[in-house]
């Protein structure tokens, strides 16, 4: 049987691999403080214990905003194009992934605007399932 954090730990060895293509990182549970930087956070929501183990993730990108002078105004505006790109290659390592020990499967995703950040960010939820008793 796995841990949540053995679940994060999986997620974080299938992404890694997509952060060269950062500005920043890919890191569990929280976010660099002050980060204005293109990153990636995994966490978790719940993961039930047994045989049959069902579990509910969170990957969220964050992307900085853009400045956009609008009638003699500074103001942040997502980086649409960027949010896109990160989110397609995201789910590309971690959609629909059945073997014989677990499966990972998008559930769904929502973009965020993170106040404090001045970002926006997607927010993957994701499912891990796994159908047999895990031994270390």
Known sequence: MRTNIEVIDLIYQILKPLEEGLSGGIYKIQ???NSNKED???NSLIL???DIQKGTFNINIHVP???IKF???????PDLKRLKELNKLVKSKIDEIY???YNLFVL???TLKDIDAKNHYINIRIQFIS???YFN
């Open 40 to 42: 990636i956070v995994i």
């Open 71 to 77: 009638k003699n105004q500074t103001q942040n505006q």
């Open 31 to 33: 976010r660099p403080a």
């Open 131 to 133: 159908y047999k008793a």
């Open 99 to 101: 073997n014989e020990d």
């Open 48 to 50: 039930a214990s047994g």
């Open 108 to 110: 769904w995703e929502n």
């Open 65 to 67: 905003d853009l400045l």
